[in-house]
């Protein structure tokens, strides 16, 4: 198999997929000449209380400038992903949940999720949670993490999902930023067979918030927890003869979902605000058109509800779809390198959807703990979150998909809600390492610089011209900020801050971050926030921090530190800074490298040359560019000298 292969669409798939090519290209084509039908029909997958009459209402310039979908039409999400379906479905699974260990409690079927999320519903009401109120959930991949969105979402509440592998800092920084005054959260998790002290991390994280009077926590461990009289309670204990039935509020389209933090290229993380309608018709019509789901079917999304791809693919999309979602609470290698494939074998999975990270994690231990297990019942694989090298994609199709299974590359952001390109199985040859074209009513351009508009086959950074119902709506609190970062760039685009390349045949090959974000591990992170903890510690003096290509994470981090004047540059120091970084944002911001350096290069009016430092951690040393516009070119010298790994 060479790079340059490209795989057709298998003739069983082009006719059993609801879409094939010339349904696609139909699909294309009706977006431009009925774009209200086109999203009228869209959304008619969903249960409206009122139905909608406006359908899109968006401008991306600045006078005026607004995104609205389904503006005036009213519905209830945890309906949509929970009602609708009892009848029919109400005793199939809706969530299987594989544990740690590897022995399930709790598969809930749709009957009992609805029960549970009702009840916990109530609880929120009863502890004084009002539409519109901000709830933070900070769970372990368990299902009374989707039971804690869900019943936010029946009650009209705000959700905040904070990752599990966030410090006690991050989690305070995201309460104070939506104001929130409760939280939602575990004694503590398990992961590898190790623990994750997540109520200790949120009582250090409360010493900042006094606004928060509520802790909800989950038993997971039963470990023995603190617990604040009069603010911390047992869900346990809460929920003892609560109703399991509950009222849904009613939502407009444009009422708010949820918030979701996000790095960007500057400042603190952004809360991007998705909203009511639009998401929940994007995810679910995102979850059958691109994984081709089909009734019955077991689908697994390997992602923490704690990113965006949980929340689309793990909780709303399959859910809104009556689909049995899988809930993975372990890791890919714990206990053993086989256990992804021994757990698609244990419950049959049909659809199996993860990072590159994991997959380059994993062939790195060969084929033999994948050979010795069936995957029969795979159909389909999925990546996203990062470009995947071709190899890994190969090997993904050839060794774990046994050479049958096609490869859906989905190519998205938090920001976008759920997928905006990717191969449609009965619809799209696959070529490895590109997510081929934009789905129907996306509208990708490639502008230059200076934002000039780039046909044909040729390289740029990634726009899109017009809106899609999953869009996010704002940035929480700051209208402007959401402008600003998006909008501003490009005049009357959305730019992704992806750079990108097109081929010959059309197809997109996403090239990474253009911006100052880095994604290490499938996991994005702002340098900017890595380089404001360092420069946090005592010691520190100045921080930048760039990316660099890493076999396994796809991006490493690589910081450059100038120490205060009188600080001795040790070992010890150099391992105390990458502690820091892990407890001031979390472990997978980790830093892989520091380089404890005496200056670093600036222009004349003081402006940090990223573009060096970038090449110097790429040790792309003959490639470092016109470096006389340094106010003091000798600091290059110093910074490739004692180059880290050289
Ligand atoms: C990158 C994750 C290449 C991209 C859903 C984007 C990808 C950022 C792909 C968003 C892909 C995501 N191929 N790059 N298939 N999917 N990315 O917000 O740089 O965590 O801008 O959303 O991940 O990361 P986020």
């Known amino acids: 198999m060479s790079e340059g292969e490209v795989f057709p669409v298998p003739a069983a798939w082009a006719k059993r997929a609801k879409m094939n090519a010339q ?73 299987i949940w594989e544990s740690d260990e590897g022995t399930p409690w709790d598969n809930l079927t749709y009957r009992q999720l609805h029960a549970e999320t009702c009840r916990m519903a109530n609880v929120l009401k009863a502890r004084g949670v009002q539409k519109g109120d901000r709830v933070t959930i900070y769970l372990p ?25 966030f410090s006690p800092d991050s989690i305070a920084g995201r309460i104070q930023d939506c104001d929130s005054r409760i939280v939602i959260t575990a004694d503590e998790g398990l992961r590898g067979g190790k623990t994750v002290p997540l109520k200790r991390n949120v009582d250090e994280a409360l010493e900042q918030c006094p606004g928060v009077t509520d802790v909800i926590v989950v038993r997971r461990t039963r470990a023995d927890v603190p617990m ?39 400042g603190k993380p952004k809360g991007v605000l998705h909203t009511t309608g639009g998401y929940l018709v994007w995810a679910a019509h995102t979850h059958e058109l691109v994984f081709d789901y089909k009734p019955g079917e077991v689908f697994w999304c390997t992602a923490d509800v704690g990113w965006v791809t949980g929340h689309s693919y793990v909780v709303y999309g399959p859910l809104a779809n009556a689909a049995t979602t899988v809930m993975f609470e372990g890791v890919p290698n714990y206990p053993t390198n086989s256990r992804f494939w021994e757990v698609i074998d244990k419950h049959k999975v049909n659809t199996f959807y993860t990072a590159p990270t994991a997959i380059r994690a994993l062939m790195r231990d060969g084929d033999e703990p994948v050979l010795k297990t069936s995957r029969k019942s795979l159909r389909l694989l999925g990546t996203v979150g990062e470009p995947i090298n071709p190899e890994a994609w190969l090997w993904y199709h050839r060794v774990v998909g046994d050479g049958r299974c096609p490869i859906v590359d989905t190519y998205w952001q938090t920001e976008t809600g759920a997928c905006l390109a990717s191969p449609l199985p009965g619809a799209t040859a696959l070529k490895p390492g590109s ?20 046909h044909g086959a040729t390289s740029g950074n990634l726009v899109i011209t017009d809106s899609w119902p999953g869009q996010m709506r704002s940035v929480y609190g700051d209208h402007q900020r959401f402008f600003d970062t998006y909008f501003s760039t490009y005049a009357g685009k959305y730019f992704t801050g992806d750079g990108c390349r097109r081929d010959e045949d059309g197809y997109y090959w996403i090239t990474g971050r253009v911006d100052d974000v880095i994604n290490v591990s499938g996991h994005r992170l702002g340098t900017a926030e890595i380089e ?7 010691n520190v003096a100045e921080a930048a921090v760039v990316g660099f290509p890493h076999d396994i994470k796809g991006q490493g981090v690589y910081c450059f530190v ?32 520091v380089q404890f350096a005496p200056g670093l290069p ?26 006389s516009t340094l106010a003091d070119p000798s600091v290059v010298d110093d910074l490739v000298k004692n180059r880290i790994g050289s």
């Not at 404001?532 to 005592?538: D, G, I, Q, R, Y």
């Not at 003081?606 to 060096?612: A, L, P, Q, V």
């Open 23 to 95: 349904a696609y290209e139909a699909a294309v084509a009706r977006v431009e000449t009925d774009p209200d039908g086109y999203w009228t029909d869209v959304a008619g997958r969903l249960d409206w209380i009122a139905p909608f009459t406006q359908v899109k209402d968006t401008s991306f310039h600045k006078h005026p400038f607004h995104i609205r979908w389904y503006a005036d039409g009213v519905l209830n999400v945890s309906v949509n992903c929970l009602d609708r379906h009892l009848d029919t479905r109400g005793d199939q699974v809706a969530i």
């Open 141 to 165: 991949m368990i299902p009374q993490a989707a039971v804690a969105m869900l019943a936010c979402a029946r009650i009209g509440a705000v959700h905040s999902v904070i990752f599990g592998g």
């Open 228 to 266: 604040k009289a009069g603010r911390d309670a047992f869900y346990s204990d809460l929920k003892q003869g609560v109703a399991d039935t509950c009222e849904p509020e009613p939502m407009n389209a444009e009422d708010p979902l949820f918030i979701l933090y996000t790095s960007g290229s500057t």
């Open 435 to 454: 997510c081929a074209k934009p789905l129907p009513g996306i509208k990708f351009e490639l502008v230059d610089a200076e934002g000039q508009v780039l």
């Open 532 to 538: 404001s903890a360092l420069v946090s510690n005592e």
């Open 562 to 593: 100038t120490l205060k004047a009188d600080v001795v540059p040790t070992d010890i120091l150099q391992a105390e800074l990458k502690g820091w970084v892990r407890r001031e944002i979390g472990p997978f911001a980790a830093p892989d490298v």
């Open 602 to 627: 600036k222009t004349r009016s003081g402006k940090i040359m990223r573009r060096i430092l970038r090449k110097i951690a790429e040790n792309d040393l003959s490639n470092l560019g016109d470096i």
